[in-house]
């Protein structure tokens, strides 16, 4: 039994640190999602900002036509930005369904361990009271035969 209960806390300890371990991994993921979502709300305001300044302002043609030449750059790189966030984002939830199987595991450990600690402990006094029984007999039984002899 203490052989299955150190296995049960060996095993425990090693799906907690697993999960922290996994947790731990979450959050770059979610700060790479972040910072690209942060980047890409860059550039659209950018692109506003710089729309917003021709439709304000007179400019030449070839300023227009680097604005729209502009515009198709920034219109690119939001595309790919999109598809890297789409990656990071399934990153992220790929990751949280680790960081749930793990958490699971864990809990489920715990709950054995709680079961197995009942059962021990009942099995523990059941043995205690023997002992304590078998203790009394034999004390009543000493106390009986010096009594005979006397």
């Not at 799906?15 to 731990?24: G, P, Q």
């Not at 789409?86 to 958490?103: L, N, P, S």
């Not at 489920?108 to 009942?122: F, G």
Request: proline share 1%.
């Amino acid at each position: 039994m203490k052989t299955f209960a150190f296995r049960l806390e060996r095993v425990l300890h090693w799906r907690a640190t697993s999960l922290k371990v996994e947790k731990a991994k979450l959050e770059p993921i979610r700060a790479r999602l972040e910072h690209a979502r942060a980047e890409l709300e860059k550039l659209v305001q950018a692109l506003y900002r710089a729309k917003q300044t021709a439709r304000e302002h007179p400019v030449s043609g070839a300023d227009l036509q680097a604005l729209e030449s502009y515009s198709a750059a920034v219109e690119r790189e939001i595309g790919l930005m999109g598809g890297n966030i789409v990656g990071h984002e399934q990153a992220v939830e790929k990751q949280k369904q680790v960081v749930a199987v793990c958490d699971r595991n864990v809990r489920l450990l715990e709950r054995l361990r709680s079961r197995r600690k009942v059962e021990w402990q009942s099995e523990h006094d059941q043995e205690l009271e023997a002992l304590s029984s078998d203790y009394s007999a034999a004390q009543w039984s000493r106390e009986r035969q010096s009594g005979e002899q006397r």
